[in-house]
């Protein structure tokens, strides 16, 4: 019910744009999370946006550098991404739910993508 896609390979300080986009589900109802998970690490939480405009909730370490945004028209989800670093290199996922007061939590999204692979060469 969410397709995830945009990645790619990039080189370092390159942008790439995510798009999630969601079926099966009143999208305007959910809350959209982002995450990335690198080879043996664990799922980072990377920014919440709230339902319709709402409040935009981002990790620190990408704070700056990446912007969430969605369209509730299209049922789409965005994540921009800017001055790419190889650290930033993992498969990068949407998810539908979560929560203002603890965006981070990953057992509170009810709804995920399957992930789009986004490689940053230096």
């Known amino acids: 019910q969410l397709q995830a896609s945009g990645g790619g390979l990039v080189q370092v300080g390159g942008s790439l744009r995510l798009s999630c986009a969601a079926s099966g589900l009143t999208f305007s109802d959910f809350g959209m999370g982002w995450f990335r998970q690198a080879p043996g690490k664990e799922r980072e939480f990377l920014a919440r946006?709230?339902?319709?405009?709402?409040?935009?909730t981002y990790a620190d370490s990408v704070k700056g550098r990446f912007t969430a945004s969605r369209d509730n028209a299209k049922s789409t989800a965005y994540l921009r991404m800017d001055s790419l670093q190889p650290e930033d290199t993992a498969v990068y996922y949407c998810a539908a739910g979560g929560n203002y007061w603890s965006p981070a939590q990953i057992h509170e999204y009810t709804y995920w993508g399957q992930g789009t692979l986004v490689t940053v060469s230096s």
């Open positions: 946006l709230g339902r319709g405009r709402g409040v935009i």
